[in-house]
């Protein structure tokens, strides 16, 4: 085949004009992907299937007082919330296991008023039932204030930080804020961050032995908020968060569109 004069200026200014859009089209390409990386939405859908929960535990003076127990019995209200804290860590391992194919996913840990703020008593990772239940078995000692608001900021740094989709904080509160912002101040922002990280996290409030209506400001936020005013109450509370909240095992099926 021959090639004319013509036919290879043709070709070449051709090559030149493709060499001159190639680079643009490399530098196209990279800024949708460095976009994409940074997107909320993309570093959402990273996130694997599981759930992640941290508890906040009241260990403030004020659970030394009594309340009746499943038999009737005034007892002390951290005695009675360790009972529940080891039920909760029994549900949450059968959920993990309870499963034909790989076991579900689950991240747990146990956060306890500190002063003015919290902290870990049982550390946030990977759900480790006899380190909940070790820890219940062996907490006797309630003092001091109740900083709900900044435990929440607390509890959920770590639950943030989790790859697992379903993201929870549990709160199991005798009283009313007494130290910091309270937990309605400090909800929104919370929420923000999640949004700003391309997720979403709930928090649920077990208001025992304390007028559930002092939390009525962030449940209008959309926190789930139930009252219990003995052992039988708290457990019949604890289960219907646990089950029907935040492991979701009686979730209805999604509807076929």
């Not at 039932?129 to 204030?145: H, K, M, V, Y």
Request: hydrophobic share 40%; with cysteine.
């Amino acid at each position: 085949m021959k090639v004319f004069a013509n036919d290879a200026a043709s070709w070449a200014a051709g090559a030149d004009r493709n060499q001159m859009k190639y680079p643009r089209l490399i530098a196209c390409l990279l800024a949708v992907a460095v976009s994409g990386l940074l997107s909320p939405v993309a570093s959402s859908a990273t996130d694997e299937d599981g759930v992640a929960v941290a508890i906040i535990y009241d260990t403030s003076g004020s659970m030394r007082e009594t309340v009746k127990d499943a038999n009737g019995k005034p007892t002390p209200k951290y005695v009675i919330a360790n009972r529940a804290l080891s039920d909760m860590a029994r549900q949450i391992q059968t959920f993990s296991t309870n499963t034909t194919g790989a076991a579900r996913k689950v991240q747990a840990g146990v956060f306890i008023f500190d002063r003015e703020t919290a902290k870990e008593a049982v550390k946030f990772g990977p759900f480790d039932e006899q380190a909940i239940e070790n820890w219940a078995r062996q907490f006797s000692s309630p003092s001091g204030n109740t900083p709900l608001g900044n435990a929440l900021t607390v509890a959920s740094r770590a639950v943030l930080d989790s790859p697992l989709n379903r993201k929870h904080i549990l709160v199991i509160t005798d009283g009313i804020n007494t130290a910091g912002p309270t937990p309605a101040t400090v909800w929104p922002k919370l929420k923000k961050r999640a949004e700003g990280k391309g997720t979403s996290l709930s928090a649920h409030f077990v208001a025992f032995d304390v007028d559930a209506k002092v939390f009525d400001q962030i449940k209008q936020q959309g926190v789930t908020v139930v009252g219990a005013a003995d052992e039988k109450q708290l457990d019949s509370q604890l289960q219907f968060i646990m089950q029907k909240k935040i492991l979701l095992e009686d979730e209805e099926p999604a509807k076929k569109p």
